[in-house]
């Protein structure tokens, strides 16, 4: 039985559309069967639809500050469509504790550094101005902490002579590409444990 994925959104949907890709292989351990966006102008909706899947959208602006009934929103569609794995893909909320907890071992994010460094935002101008040699992108289970948790898969590229913040992002965003399926298989066939 294939593992039932939903994969969260709040824009591009870059990452989402190779799990999307990657998912179409017979031999994939699991099929994305819902796309849920925070954001009801995310560009990813309507990649997600022309690729034939289901997509939601729970607006976390009609909630205000209700950050907790966000999220039990969240939650219920995610039951509702029996979902096994969470993907965060470009999922630009913080979630609380609570929700976390739910999902725990079940839930990765993709983050464009190798971590433990340069957690948060800006990691592509923060390499480059760190002066590292190399830099890349981790996928994660989610913990309470932002940006931590048990690693997954980790990859990096050379930093080049030249690298601007445009070109060394658009790198590492191809070899997320490549990685975020790859974790996906992984964590599906139960190869990663928690
Ligand atoms: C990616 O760089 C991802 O690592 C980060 O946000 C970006 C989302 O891009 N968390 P996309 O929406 O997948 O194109």
Redesign the pocket.
Known sequence: MKQRVAIL??????????LIEAAKASDYPAEIVLVVSNRPDAP?LALARAAGVATTVIDHAAFGDQREAFERALDDELRNCRIDLVC?????RLLTPWFVARWSGRML????SLLPQFKGLDTHRRALEAGVKRHG?TVHFVVPEMDSGPIVVQDSVAVQDGDTEATL?AR??EL?HQIYPRALRAVAEGRTKF
């Open positions: 959104i709040s824009g591009r949907g870059s990452n989402m559309t190779a990813g965060l893909a470009g999922f630009m994010n993709i983050h464009p992108a992002a590492v965003l997320e």
